[in-house]
T-cell receptor, first 112, second 113 residues
Framework: KQEVTQIPAALSVPEGENLVLNCSFT??????LQWFRQDPGKGLTSLLL?????REQTSGRLNASLDKSSGRSTLYIAASQPGDSATYLC???????????FGRGTSLIVHP | EAGVTQSPTHLIKTRGQQATLRCSPI?????VYWYQQALGLGLQFLLW???????NRGNFPPRFSGRQFPNYSSELNVNALELEDSALYLC????????????FGEGSRLTVL
């Protein structure tokens, strides 16, 4: 059974800092990994999707990397802003099951 | 283009009643996933429908059920509601479940009193 862990569980930083959020998974036979953000009481917004054959994806100030052999992905947020405050979740899909498994998320607060 | 839409936004029921939640996927998407997000817990997989068929279900009792219609919209039914069913129910769709990006709706907040 795939298990997904996100560290840290919570993070509070001043505006402007560069951040790294971590996602680890136990089964490396994944076919994709997706990062989301969730605002309180809302649905999930897709940030980046990395296929198993890819090493990283970039969108604006966000960069996500994938290392299947070590069972890890990192989400890098450059020059953080208060609007980045949200919970960030990663979801890992195993080849064959096609059921995305989610981590508990990292709750991020960026204060002015 | 419209995203994934869910209704109702909020629903209040009492123990023992039934709840029906609805989801319309993005146009062209044939796969629909349902997740439960209870307070303090992560997203728990409930059901997966693709091309009108139930493909998989999570570790939930049989009183959680659903279906997918020919237009690929879906509904989730929860019978004999219990207090612990109070949660945000999230629906997601994708066009290609093998490699596709998952898109979520805003969720339906179910409160059981």
């Amino acid at each position: 059974k795939q298990e997904v862990t996100q560290i840290p569980a919570a993070l509070s930083v001043p505006e402007g800092e560069n951040l790294v959020l971590n996602c680890s998974f136990t089964d490396s036979a994944i076919y994709n990994l997706q990062w989301f953000r969730q605002d309180p009481g809302k649905g999930l917004t897709s940030l980046l999707l990395i296929q198993s054959s890819q090493r990283e994806q970039t969108s604006g100030r966000l960069n996500a990397s994938l290392d299947k052999s070590s069972g890890r992905s990192t989400l890098y947020i450059a020059a953080s802003q208060p609007g980045d405050s949200a919970t960030y979740l990663c979801a890992v899909s195993l080849g064959g099951s096609y059921i995305p498994t989610f981590g508990r998320g990292t709750s991020l607060i960026v204060h002015p | 283009e419209a995203g994934v839409t869910q209704s109702p936004t909020h629903l209040i029921k009492t123990r023992g009643q039934q709840a029906t939640l609805r989801c319309s996927p993005i146009s062209g998407h044939t796969s629909v996933y349902w997740y439960q997000q209870a307070l303090g817990l992560g997203l728990q997989f409930l059901l997966w429908y693709d091309e009108g068929e139930e493909r998989n279900r999570g570790n939930f009792p049989p009183r959680f059920s659903g279906r997918q219609f020919p237009n690929y919209s879906s509904e989730l039914n929860v019978n004999a509601l219990e207090l612990e069913d109070s949660a945000l129910y999230l629906c997601a769709s994708t066009g290609t479940y093998e490699t596709g990006e998952l898109f979520f709706g805003e969720g339906s907040r179910l409160t059981v009193l």
